[in-house]
C-alpha cells in the first residue's frame, strides 16, 4: 500500500500560481500512475492530470490544458502539480491518488484510482 500527504494548496489571487505537492510513503513510489482530482463544493469530483510511473506521459483535462503541469520525482516519492493563471472556477480541493496501473490501464479504467490523500484546498480569489 501507499499512503499520500498534499500539501501546497493556499489562497491566491486569479492570475497566479501555486505549486501542489504530494508526498508518498513506501519504497515502490515508482510503480505508480499517480493523479490529481479536485472537488468544488457541489460538484462532482474530476480528474484533473495524471502522470505515467516514469512520468513520460500526462493526460490534463481540457479545462487545464495549458495553464497546469503535473510532474513527479520518483527519488523523492513526490508528485507535483504546478498551476498557474488561476480562475476562480479552479477553487476546490486538490487530491492526490495512486494506483497499481500501467497508464494506459488507467486511462481505460476511466482513472479510477485506489489510494487517495485527503486532500488540499486550493481557493483562487476574483
Known amino acids: 500500500q501507499v499512503q499520500l500527504v498534499e500539501s501546497g494548496g493556499g489562497l491566491v489571487q486569479a492570475g497566479g500560481s501555486l505549486r501542489l505537492s504530494c508526498a508518498a510513503s513506501g519504497r515502490t513510489f515508482s510503480i505508480y500512475v499517480m493523479g490529481w482530482f479536485r472537488q468544488a463544493p457541489g460538484k462532482e469530483r474530476e480528474l484533473v492530470a495524471a502522470i505515467s510511473r516514469s512520468g513520460g506521459s500526462t493526460y490534463y483535462a481540457d479545462s487545464v490544458k495549458g495553464r497546469f503541469t503535473i510532474s513527479r520525482d520518483n527519488a523523492k516519492n513526490t508528485v507535483y502539480l504546478r498551476m498557474n493563471s488561476l480562475k476562480p472556477e479552479d477553487t476546490a480541493v486538490y487530491y492526490c491518488?495512486?494506483?497499481?496501473?500501467?497508464?494506459?490501464?488507467?486511462?481505460?479504467?476511466?482513472?479510477?484510482?485506489?489510494?487517495w490523500g485527503k486532500g488540499t484546498l486550493v481557493t483562487a480569489s476574483s
Open positions: 491518488a495512486a494506483d497499481r496501473y500501467t497508464f494506459a490501464q488507467a486511462m481505460r479504467a476511466q482513472w479510477s484510482m485506489n489510494y
